[in-house]
């Protein structure tokens, strides 16, 4: 065990300790957490897991220091110590993705784009009819000016990635806020290949003309051209905005470059700071210096105060992704993302787009007859860890589904290969196999229940603990 894993053994087991003292049942589930993490095939595709040092780094003092503002204007004296955090996460932030500007304070990645929609907003007060000489800030505006513009923000037009073709709840749907912020409308893909359609897309965005294009997603298995993208928000006179919440470790390792690197073609960029980056979890806002003011506003515009002892562990995630062997370690996501869909592909099954060039597969379990709910509790049953999620035009709708959503981030990080990443294919595909629909009470097969074959379970968690136990989770981390 190395001298870094022994200290960091020793530092969670007094840690534990401490934590049993005053309520030994949150010492408990810290500790089955970490059994159950090390003991599952962990494949959901926003999962990862943290370094020693991130993990460390978030349990400090910064936790209780108040800090609303940024970096030299802060609202609350002493914050000297958290200027340093904020400005070394942010320095790492613009060189790791070249960036102009880098706002590490959001808490989440729903903050991220908050923060992110608002500064956008918030430019439309320098359009005419609303700026007048003298009217710098919306506290500058009188109340028939604040009037106009609240009415101009109220009214404005964002056109996002539908939720079955692999975009996110944040991306302007009704149940989330941004859905009741903007007149939405979303764009799909190809109803053959299930991949994007930059003309169809170029139309739309003609004939709908929204203020906000946004790029990006969370289930679609394929990279995204951001030259097209800046072309057709360019056209209509559109904001282009990315959220590469879950593609941001691929941009950081330079595997997406180019064409696929968002940040030399885009307004503004939002992302997480765990999954495939390998962080802590929170959020982050890149941008160019025209929305540098606006975004720095994000607290109290949107958030609350800044949380200090997470901004710190971003500063250590973002280090590590500067190294060299995060570049290595990004490719091997994609590499092992491949071997992955392979492995599903050579056994009859049917991905979504028929592959990956990404961190992520999307299996449609529809040809196992079953639905995804039924697919991902019969995983996990068998102890491969995955959730559901729609596929384009899912006719079981987005509770059910008809897909399962995996990624390799995280089995990357314990040293998965492509020879391990097809026996998990193997498995999983002998799981669906062995798994049947059990009958409603309408005589037809129901969306939920389902009955595993017998043994299945155990054969599945005998072989997968064979591939965990030789790429342990936080080696010498042994916890009494």
């Not at 000016?145 to 109220?154: D, I, N, V």
């Not at 139309?203 to 790029?215: R, S, T, Y």
Request: charged letters at 20%; glycine letters at 10%; a negative charge.
């Amino acid at each position: 065990m190395s001298e870094t894993n022994q200290a960091a053994a020793e530092a969670y087991r007094s840690a534990l300790a401490i934590i049993e003292g005053v309520e030994p049942r949150i010492a408990g589930a810290i500790t089955a957490e970490l059994h159950d993490q090390r003991e599952s095939l962990k494949l959901i595709a926003s999962e990862n897991y943290a370094s020693l040092p991130v993990l460390l780094t978030m349990g400090n003092w910064l936790s209780d220091k108040y800090a609303e503002g940024v970096v030299g204007r802060r609202f609350y004296a002493g914050c000297q110590n958290v200027d340093t955090v904020e400005s070394v996460a942010a320095e790492h932030a613009r060189a790791l993705f070249g960036a102009e500007h880098a706002y590490v304070q959001p808490h989440s990645g729903i903050d991220a784009n908050l923060v992110a929609y608002w500064a956008i907003l918030s430019e439309l007060i320098e359009t005419p009819g609303v700026a007048e000489a003298g009217v710098k800030t919306v506290n500058d505006l009188t109340e028939e000016q604040w009037e106009t513009l609240r009415a101009k923000m109220g009214n404005q037009r964002l056109l996002g990635m539908s939720l079955d073709a692999g975009g996110h709840l944040t991306h302007g749907f009704r149940p989330n806020i941004s859905g009741k912020m903007f007149h939405q409308r979303a764009y799909g893909t190809d109803p053959e290949t299930g991949l994007l359609d930059y003309a169809a897309l170029q139309a739309q965005a003609q004939e709908f003309k929204p203020l906000i294009i946004v790029a990006g997603y969370s289930a679609y298995p394929r990279r995204v051209n951001f030259a097209k993208m800046r072309e057709i928000a360019d056209s209509v006179g559109a904001v282009l905005m990315v959220d590469m919440a879950h593609f941001a470790g691929l941009v950081a390792g330079k595997v997406f470059t180019g064409e696929e690197d968002p940040i030399p073609y885009a307004d503004i960029v939002t992302t997480t700071t765990h999954k495939s980056l390998r962080g802590p979890r929170g959020g982050m806002v890149l941008s160019t210096k025209k929305y540098a003011d606006a975004v720095d506003r994000g607290c109290p515009m949107v958030l609350g105060g800044p949380l200090s002892h997470m901004m710190a562990a971003k500063a250590v995630a973002l280090a590590e992704a500067r190294q060299d062997s995060f570049r290595t370690y990004a490719q091997n996501i994609a590499d092992n993302a491949q071997a992955l869909a392979e492995g599903f592909l050579k056994r009859g099954a049917t991905l979504v787009t028929g592959g990956t060039d990404n961190h992520l597969v999307l299996l449609d379990v529809s040809s196992f007859g079953l639905t995804g709910r039924q697919a991902e509790s019969a995983l996990l049953d068998s102890g491969v860890v995955t959730n559901r999620n729609s596929i384009p035009r899912d006719p079981n709708g987005a509770w059910y589904t008809s897909g399962i959503r995996l990624g390799t981030p995280a089995l990357t990080s314990r040293g998965f290969g492509a020879d391990e990443f097809d026996k998990v294919a193997e498995l999983m595909c002998d799981v669906l196999a062995n798994t049947t629909p059990e009958i409603a009470s309408t005589g037809k097969p129901g969306k939920a229940k389902y009955k595993l074959a017998d043994g299945v379970a155990e054969r599945t968690k005998a072989a997968a603990a064979e591939l965990l136990t030789a790429h342990p989770l936080y080696p010498g981390l042994e916890l009494a």
